[in-house]
């Protein structure tokens, strides 16, 4: 079955009932919270925020596998993995931190953060009738093409730390966290321009879960080259210790995956993507631990997980309601303005600002390590409640105009480019400040796409027939 076809089965997006529903859901949790302690606070958000997101993911996945292959919702469960999943399990050592009022009024900027997503994806008017494609299906060559030039830019900066030594490179891989050679520095130099240019590798996931939706399109030399480079880069991500890193390799991966493929099995997505997200859970619990000494001195005999563990963003999140205004005036546009020069290299300006004037490490009281509290710390730093109000309304609307992409069926590369957005739209649950520097690859694949595949194959109109 082709593309076309799967095109004409494709449903129209429906969002009004699961936003009701996620609305409706915040609301009930909120009145039933708890007050005891802030285990108990953070606990029962974390059950009624699932619950409801888990529903309206339901109703939504009812149309189809592809249906809940949207940006707004990754964003929403990239969100509630970096808040309250973690307080499904006992967190022990977070029950003494904070007063169970302070963790309730963090609980409700939290929530106004997922429902101001929900509410965002309803204020971009919806277009009557489909636009022309922008992009015509692309040919599996320049598909291939497309894989390899993203993968030999993104690997060139470390490549050439190590002197083209593969081996040397696999086996700085497995020593501690930052003591690798293509490691950059804090702020900086003309060489780290070559490692902006590694964010290319943020490509090769979602490209090659196109060339694995689409096998038969590909020769067998051309899938064991995808096969060995992804696999090769997912132990990259797995080895440097980043999470969120790791997460998003698959999350595009799987998502381009199922965009592209023809013929897609309800249950046996959801068989796959539950046995990928419980792996995930696992890899990304020991990673914490084996990233301060390094794969190689790691043993799972000595060094078991304990609880699960993200990065106790509720708890920051609540310091800083606790802190703005009280101790701090809110930042105002300087959040914002941060968020927009922080793509530019130091190189190229090195008067370019250090930090925030008031850091979220200073809140907490960190000095060795940087901390992220989610878009909704920031934006409440940045503005109070109605910050956070607006921040995800934004975001919620940037959703769904991206949203549109995927309409155009027609063509895998619109998909493929469509999918690479999810790493933006991940990252910036985690800090609005790295926005503007992870749609840079998608940007990069948007110019290939308009400057080299347009040139080569004319536009269609996604009602034009592909032929089979």
Request: net charge positive; with cysteine; aromatic share 12%.
């Amino acid at each position: 079955m082709g593309n076309a076809a799967c095109a004409r089965r494709f449903p129209k997006q429906t969002t009004k009932t699961s936003t009701v529903i996620i609305l409706v859901g915040l609301l009930l949790t909120y009145l039933a919270l708890p007050s005891d302690n802030l285990g108990n606070v953070f606990a029962g958000a974390a059950l009624g925020i699932g619950l409801s997101l888990a529903i309206a993911t339901v109703i939504d996945g009812a149309a189809g596998v592809r249906a809940i292959i949207r940006v707004d919702i990754v964003m929403l469960w990239v969100l509630y993995g970096l808040t309250f999943l973690e307080f499904l399990f006992p967190q022990p050592a977070a029950e003494n931190l904070l007063s169970s009022d302070l963790a309730t009024k963090g609980v409700l900027a939290a929530m106004l953060g997922f429902a101001g997503i929900a509410i965002g994806r309803h204020l971009v008017p919806r277009r009557r009738k489909a636009n022309p494609a922008f992009f015509a299906d692309v040919a599996p060559r320049n598909i291939f093409l497309l894989f390899v030039m993203a993968a030999s830019l993104g690997y060139f900066h470390i490549l050439l730390s190590v002197d083209f030594d593969v081996f040397e490179m696999f086996r700085q891989m497995t020593l501690p966290r930052f003591s690798q050679s293509w490691t950059r520095g804090r702020y900086g130099d003309a060489s780290a321009l070559l490692a902006e240019i590694g964010a290319l590798l943020y490509l090769v996931p979602p490209v090659a879960g196109l060339i694995y939706a689409r096998a038969k399109e590909f020769g067998i030399l051309q899938k064991f080259v995808v096969t060995v480079v992804l696999l090769a880069t997912l132990y990259y991500a797995f080895s440097s210790g980043t999470r969120s890193i790791l997460a998003v390799y698959v999350i595009t991966f799987f998502g381009a995956y199922y965009l592209t493929k023809p013929k897609i099995n309800l249950w046996q997505a959801a068989a796959q993507g539950t046995v990928a997200l419980i792996i995930l859970l696992l890899v990304t619990s020991y990673m914490l631990v084996f990233r301060e000494a390094g794969v190689s001195s790691f043993s799972f005999a000595d060094r078991p997980p304990g609880s699960l563990y993200i990065d106790n963003n509720m708890v920051v999140l609540a310091q800083i309601t606790g802190a703005f205004p009280a101790v701090h005036d809110f930042l105002g546009f300087e959040i914002p303005y941060s968020a927009l020069v922080h793509p530019i290299p130091r190189a190229l300006w090195p008067e370019k600002p250090e930090a925030l004037s008031v850091t979220i490490e200073s809140i907490v009281g960190v000095v060795q390590s940087t901390i992220a509290c989610t878009f909704i710390g920031e934006a409440y730093m940045m503005g109070g409640m109605l910050g956070v109000g607006l921040v995800a309304m934004f975001f919620g609307a940037a959703a769904e105009m991206w949203n549109r992409l995927r309409q155009d069926q027609n063509s895998a590369f619109s998909q493929v480019l469509y999918t690479s957005g999810f790493l933006c739209a991940a990252i910036s649950m985690r800090s609005m400040l790295w926005t503007t520097v992870t749609m840079l690859p998608t940007m990069a694949l948007w110019f290939y796409g308009r400057l080299w595949l347009r040139r080569a194959t004319p536009a269609r109109t996604s009602s034009s027939p592909k032929p089979h």
